[in-house]
C-alpha cells in the first residue's frame, strides 16, 4: 500500500518537471528572440532613414513644388507633364537610352572575348595577372579617372592626339565635337566597367564542363561551332545578370560625362542622372526632380522586366 502511494506520488512530480523544464525553454526563445532583435535593430533602422524614409518622400515631394526654403507647394502632375514638355530633359533621356545602347553591348563584347580569350590555355599565373589586372580600373575613383582622361583627350595637348600625330593623323576636337564627346564617355566608362562584368563571365566559363567541348572535337566541332552551340547557350544565365547590372548601372550614368564634358558641348552628353543633379542643386526645384528620378526608376523597372521577359526564350538553364 505503502509503496502505491509513493508511486502516485512520484507520478504527480514527473508533469510539474515537464511543465518547470518547459518554462525554462519557453524563457530561452523569448531571450533569444530579444537578442536577436537586439543585433537587427541597428540594420533595421539604417535601412527605414536612409532608404525607405526618402522613398516615401520622392514619392510625396514629386507632387509638389519645393526649393527647400519656402514650404511645398502642391502641383499635382505639373512635375512629370514638364519632363515631357522639356527639351533638355528630353534630349537628356535620349543621350541615356543611346549611350546604354553602345556601352553595354561593347562592353558585354569586349568582356566575352577577354573572358574566352583568358580560359584558352594559358598558364595559371598569367591567367591570374589579367583577371587582376582587368579588374583594377573599377576600383578606381570614377571622377579621379574621368579627369585623367579628360587630359588624354584634350585636343591641344592630350597624349591621344599626340600619338596619332605621329602617323599623321590630324588633331581630333575629342571633347569639342558632338560626336567625338559621346564616344569618349563610352570608351572611358568601358574601360572603368568591364572588369566586373568580365570576372563573371571568367565564372561561368569556369561553370563549363570541359568534357562537352572534347566531345564535341571528337565530332568535328571546333572554333566558332563551339562557341555557338556551347559556350553561348551555358553561358547565357551568367550574360542575363551581366547585362541586367550593366544596363541598370549605365543607366544611372553621371561621373563621366559630368567631370569630363559637364553635359556637353551643348547637350551632346547630359544624361538622365546629370538632369536630376541638376535640377534638384542648381535651379533647387526638388519636386521636379523626385519626378524626375521616378520616371527614370520607372525606365529601369521596364527595362529589366523586359529583359527577364526575353530570358524565357533565349536564357538556357541545363
Not at 531571450?31 to 510625396?60: C, D, M, N, W, Y
Not at 583594377?136 to 583627350?153: E, K, N, Q
Not at 544611372?252 to 538632369?275: E, H, K, L, N, W
Amino acid at each position: 500500500m505503502s509503496t502505491t502511494v509513493e508511486q502516485t506520488r512520484a507520478g504527480a512530480k514527473v508533469p510539474a518537471a515537464k511543465n518547470a523544464g518547459t518554462g525554462q525553454g519557453s524563457g530561452r526563445d523569448k531571450g533569444g528572440k530579444r537578442l536577436a532583435a537586439l543585433f537587427l535593430a541597428p540594420t533595421i533602422i539604417g535601412i527605414a532613414i536612409f532608404t525607405l524614409v526618402p522613398i516615401v518622400a520622392s514619392l510625396t515631394l514629386a507632387f509638389f513644388r519645393w526649393d527647400i526654403i519656402s514650404a511645398p507647394e502642391f502641383v499635382g502632375v505639373d512635375n512629370f507633364v514638364s519632363i515631357g514638355a522639356d527639351p533638355t530633359i528630353r534630349r537628356a533621356f535620349l543621350n541615356t537610352v543611346g549611350f546604354v545602347a553602345v556601352a553595354v553591348t561593347l562592353q558585354l563584347s569586349v568582356s566575352i572575348g577577354l573572358a574566352v580569350l583568358i580560359q584558352s590555355k594559358m598558364p595559371n599565373w598569367l591567367r591570374t595577372f589579367f583577371r587582376s589586372t582587368f579588374f583594377l580600373p573599377l576600383v578606381l575613383s570614377a571622377s579621379s579617372v574621368s579627369i585623367i582622361m579628360s587630359y588624354l583627350f584634350n585636343q591641344n595637348f592630350g597624349l591621344v592626339n599626340q600619338v596619332i600625330a605621329l602617323v599623321g593623323i590630324p588633331a581630333v576636337p575629342w571633347l569639342t565635337s558632338q560626336g567625338g564627346a559621346m564616344v569618349v564617355i563610352i570608351l572611358v566608362y568601358v574601360w572603368q566597367n568591364f572588369g566586373f562584368t568580365f570576372l563573371l563571365i571568367v565564372g561561368g566559363l569556369s561553370s563549363i564542363p570541359t568534357e562537352m567541348y572534347e566531345a564535341s572535337s571528337i565530332d568535328g566541332a571546333t572554333g566558332w561551332k563551339q562557341f555557338k552551340n556551347i559556350t553561348l547557350p551555358l553561358l547565357s544565365p551568367t550574360l542575363l545578370v551581366a547585362s541586367v547590372m550593366a544596363i541598370i548601372s549605365a543607366l544611372q550614368i553621371f561621373d563621366q560625362p559630368y567631370v569630363i564634358t559637364r553635359g556637353g558641348p551643348g547637350d551632346s552628353t547630359r544624361t538622365a542622372v546629370m538632369v536630376i543633379y541638376e535640377t534638384a542643386f542648381k535651379q533647387l526645384d526638388f519636386g521636379r526632380a523626385f519626378a524626375i528620378g521616378i520616371v527614370l526608376t520607372l525606365l529601369i523597372m521596364l527595362v529589366t522586366a523586359i529583359q527577364f521577359r526575353l530570358s524565357r526564350r533565349f536564357v538556357h538553364y541545363n
